[in-house]
């Protein structure tokens, strides 16, 4: 086990990095899609189409009620529809509308270039080596 110093300072370097990231990727309130949240929503509803709220609850860790408004907003937006499961109408599976999956690729694109340009001071060999270390933690996670 790392030495708990270690930990610490790895906590708090990442709750810095989570805050400035979020911050720089926020969009103003006037766009369509305001936070990373609803974008992970969209993405994930476009990765696997036709999820219910719970499905799309436990990819995004919330809870179905906080879930559930997500999708309303994301819903008056005119992003995602609702509609009933064809086998069992108490089933409502989301989809993404074509103006959810051309909102959830701009707002991908304009956070990748908010994204490059937080790390466009630091060297590539280093960015190689993050996306190493996060693998790393991914994979030991799976196991």
């Known amino acids: 086990m790392a030495n ?6 790895l906590f708090n370097v990442m709750m810095q990095f989570g805050k400035i990231v979020a911050h720089q990727t926020q969009e103003s ?3 369509k899609v305001a936070t990373m949240l609803q974008f ?10 036709a999820q219910t709220v719970g499905d799309l609850a ?3 860790k919330l809870s179905k009620s906080s ?3 997500l999708i309303k907003r994301l819903s008056h937006a005119g992003l995602v529809k ?5 086998d069992d109408l108490r089933i409502t599976r989301i989809t993404l509308t074509p103006a959810g999956e ?20 630091v060297p590539q060999k280093d960015i190689k080596e993050l996306i190493r270390i996060y693998r790393a933690i991914i994979e030991g996670i799976k196991k």
Do not use: C, V, W
């Open 29 to 31: 309130h006037e766009e």
């Open 4 to 9: 708990n110093a270690y930990i610490e300072e």
């Open 102 to 121: 051309e909102e959830m690729i701009l707002q991908k694109k304009k956070m990748l270039n908010k994204i490059g340009t937080l790390f466009s001071k």
């Open 40 to 49: 992970a929503a969209l993405h994930f509803l476009k990765s696997k189409p």
């Open 67 to 69: 879930t559930t408004q």
């Open 82 to 86: 609702r509609d009933s499961d064809k």
């Open 58 to 60: 436990n990819d995004l």
